[in-house]
T-cell receptor, first 111, second 115 residues
Framework: AQSVTQPDIHITVSEGASLELRCNYS??????LFWYVQSPGQGLQLLLK??????LVQGIKGFEAEFKRSQSSFNLRKPSVHWSDAAEYFC?????????FGDGTTLTVKP | EAGVAQSPRYKIIEKRQSVAFWCNPI?????LYWYQQILGQGPKLLIQ????????DSQLPKDRFSAERLKGVDSTLKIQPAKLEDSAVYLC?????????????FGPGTRLLVL
């Protein structure tokens, strides 16, 4: 069965600092991997996805993620965080059209 | 392009009462999903429709939850009777054909509180 672990429940960074959110997955074959962002009172919005090919994936809002098969990881990064990035971030692994989500990481941005 | 619409946005009921949620997916999207998101957790798939047929309802508590998508467009999710542990946000999402490569578009959700 597929599963996703996001080890950090809550992360606080200063505006302008770099960000890395961790995601570890468990899946037998090559996974489909996703990062979503959820702002308060909003639905989830897809930031980026990985299916195959280049292991460094670029997404919207200046985010990128790197797939590392040897570490079963798909960490999300952003070089310089903006106050508007404060939200909850979810990593997900997909199979046959069905996605399994991690429990999320809440990002707080300090001015 | 209009997004996924859900109503109501908020609902408060007492346990053992019934409640229904409505979802209208993006026009032309054949696949519709209902997720349950309990506070502090990620979304969990309850049911997936392809047009008006059920693709996956393995995690739907069928003794109290039901869902339908009769005309292959909008959908309703019902809980009868509700329990305290059903307090959650219920998210509806849609995609063009249900392929894993496709983006799922999420609605704003319905926040349910069961007292």
């Amino acid at each position: 069965a597929q599963s996703v672990t996001q080890p950090d429940i809550h992360i606080t960074v200063s505006e302008g600092a770099s960000l890395e959110l961790r995601c570890n997955y468990s899946y037998g074959a090559t996974p489909y991997l996703f990062w979503y962002v959820q702002s308060p009172g909003q639905g989830l919005q897809l930031l980026l996805k990985y299916f195959s090919g280049d292991t460094l994936v670029q997404g919207i809002k200046g985010f990128e993620a790197e797939f590392k098969r040897s570490q079963s990881s798909f960490n999300l990064r952003k070089p310089s965080v903006h106050w508007s990035d404060a939200a909850e971030y979810f990593c997900a692994v997909g199979n046959a059209g069905k996605s399994t989500f991690g429990d999320g990481t809440t990002l707080t941005v300090k001015p | 392009e209009a997004g996924v619409a859900q109503s109501p946005r908020y609902k408060i009921i007492e346990k053992r009462q019934s409640v229904a949620f409505w979802c209208n997916p993006i026009s032309g999207h054949a696949t519709l999903y209902w997720y349950q998101q309990i506070l502090g957790q990620g979304p969990k798939l309850l049911i997936q429709f392809q047009n008006n047929g059920v693709v996956d309802d393995s995690q739907l508590p069928k003794d109290r939850f039901s869902a339908e998508r009769l005309k292959g467009v909008d959908s309703t999710l019902k809980i009868q009777p509700a329990k305290l542990e059903d307090s959650a946000v219920y998210l509806c999402a849609s995609s063009l054909s249900g392929s894993q490569q496709e983006t799922q578009y999420f609605g704003p959700g319905t926040r349910l509180l069961v007292l």
